[in-house]
């Protein structure tokens, strides 16, 4: 599925994998990483919008108990999701983020919310000449089957494989396996 895709595929070295979990158990002895903690260790400025609530929206989908922090059990299983996940669990995670109220189903408004966020980090790379607004309406257009205004994870899983640009969006592809080895040491 092109470039970005073969990138997905490239194998983390389990070195580097033991090099995170180490550096997570330096940086974090009491055991828990918090959002504040999270944002610095990955170079996340405050005056980047678009990159803290990215960060946020990341940092709060890998918090499986909701408890606003992320200890070692759920940062391993974020790194392994992240870094060497199937594609049928990384969208199962995509739509985690995406489904912010957590009710399983998505509506426009939180997907035109990830959308925002994509589309401001990916527009200083990409050639992107649809607005947010336009598409989140293909997004409703190829994936909603049952047209009920809300995408469901069957209709998400499936809808997801019908074209690589949707693949591309659904799949959140910001490279963040490579965006996590490349930022977590640059921690201070």
Known sequence: MGQA???DQEEVELAQIQELCTTFMKECPSGALHLHEFKRIFGVSSTSEEESL?????????????????????????????????????????FKVYDRDGNGRLDRQEVKHIIRIIYKIKIHNTDMNMTPHE???????????????????????????????????????????GWVVQNWNKSP
């Open 5 to 7: 895709e073969s990138v």
């Open 54 to 94: 990215y960060i946020e929206t990341i940092f709060n989908s890998f918090d499986s108990n909701q408890d606003k922090t992320i200890d070692f059990m759920e940062y391993v299983a974020a790194l392994h999701l992240v870094l060497r996940g199937r594609l049928e669990d990384r969208l199962k995670w995509s």
């Open 135 to 177: 598409v989140c309406d293909r997004i409703f257009e190829l994936v909603d089957q049952n047209k009920d205004g809300q995408i469901s994870l069957t209709e998400f899983m499936e809808g997801a494989q019908k074209d690589e640009w949707l693949m591309n969006l659904l799949k959140l592809d910001v490279n963040a396996g």
